[in-house]
């Protein structure tokens, strides 16, 4: 049997019920079904390995997978991601950044190449059938997207069709002159489930009850979703004179005022393009009512970055926290046990709702 079943038709449609955000075994089965096998932002080429021989350990999606991970720059030039763990007898290879030739585990001296593959262990010259291919490192899918770093250690989806629908609305960006600004990136603690946010920031309908910043900065009545395959993009044009982005010619939103490209990479990743440059958050879950999220800034104009739909972003946060944990406690009560969608201002949520179900029914 399904555990959950979403209508696709969002006319009929109900969300996701309160079991799914109260269930400690739903919870669960998202690591698997869900975290696991979709993509995961690690960070970017130049703060973690910006030169050959640079490798960087990464804890991907900690607490809820963390998986040990290895991002390694070679002497050709090219990114990989491998395992972290030793194949004699399951060491961390790497506890810190560092720059090097090999990989040598610190605990019995086994030593691999920097493409994973073994090379040499002591004391094993009597062992038969040694070495087997498991006694390379494991490698895992990894994507560079202008210099920014995603990884799968299952994909069920190829993260090309993101990248895809990213670069024909964000490609025309300098994307290589971002930079990462850590006195703007913060992390932030929500006491509720990590989908309710997502939920919250997949929709537009709440912003001119809770943002009355934003509203003032962007046109609620044209605010528009568009949904892709394993993704949504959140489209926020300017109201009167605010910052919007100079589009070029052919682009598909060219002649209108844009102040903000808002994209969701499912299932908790977002990818929020203003006229300064880019805010990444990425909602990480800690238990089923507790959750952080992580705002990884990086500043392209700052003379824009305190106008537009792009300024007060730590005000726009904590106005969210403030409804989501409302609603962390709501779900709650045995009154309420599933809503309905609204067809013109919810379609965000309604497809990651469906998501969410197709991935838990596999």
């Given at each position: ?317 904590r106005e969210d926290e403030f409804v989501v944990e409302a609603v962390q406690k709501g779900i ?31």
């Open positions: 049997m399904s555990l959950f079943t979403i209508d696709s038709d969002i006319r009929k449609a109900t969300t996701l019920p309160t079991s799914f955000y109260t269930d400690p075994e739903v919870f669960a089965l998202l690591k698997e079904k869900v975290f696991a096998v979709t993509w995961q932002w690690v960070g970017d080429v130049q703060t973690l390995v910006p030169t050959s021989g640079c490798v960087a350990p990464v804890n991907i999606l900690d607490p809820m997978l963390s998986e040990p991970l290895l991002l390694v720059h070679n002497a050709q030039g090219e990114i990989g991601c491998l395992s972290n763990v030793c194949t004699h007898r399951g060491n961390l290879l790497q506890q810190h950044p560092s720059k090097t030739k090999q990989l040598v585990c610190a605990y019995h001296g086994r030593r691999f190449a920097l493409d994973g593959q073994f090379l040499s262990m002591p004391e094993f010259e009597e062992a038969e059938d040694f070495p087997r291919p498991c006694d390379d490192l494991q490698r895992y899918d990894l994507v560079n997207w202008a210099q920014q770093l995603f990884v799968s250690i299952a994909p069920a989806y190829d993260f090309s069709e993101v990248i895809e629908d990213l670069n024909k609305r964000v490609g025309f960006l300098p994307l290589d002159q971002f930079k990462f600004d850590a006195l703007r990136s913060r992390d932030y603690r929500v006491n509720a489930h990590w989908a309710l946010y997502c939920d919250n920031y997949l929709e537009g309908f709440h912003i001119p009850f809770v943002h009355q910043g934003l509203n003032a900065a962007i046109d609620f009545e044209t605010y528009t979703t568009v949904l892709y395959k394993h993704a949504s993009l959140q489209i926020g044009y300017a109201k009167g004179d605010t910052d919007s982005f100079d589009l070029p010619e052919g682009h598909p939103d060219y002649g209108k005022a844009v102040s903000a490209y808002y994209y969701w990479v499912f299932p908790n990743m977002m990818f929020n393009f203003y006229p300064w440059g880019l805010s990444i958050n990425v909602v990480r879950p800690l238990a089923i009512d507790k959750t952080k999220v992580s705002f990884i800034t990086y500043v392209w104009d700052e003379t824009k970055i305190a106008t537009g739909a792009g300024a007060e972003l730590d005000k726009v946060e709650q009560s045995r009154a309420y046990q599933t809503g309905r969608f609204s067809p013109t201002r919810e379609q965000g949520v309604h497809h990651f709702h469906r998501l969410l179900a197709e991935f838990l029914n596999r």
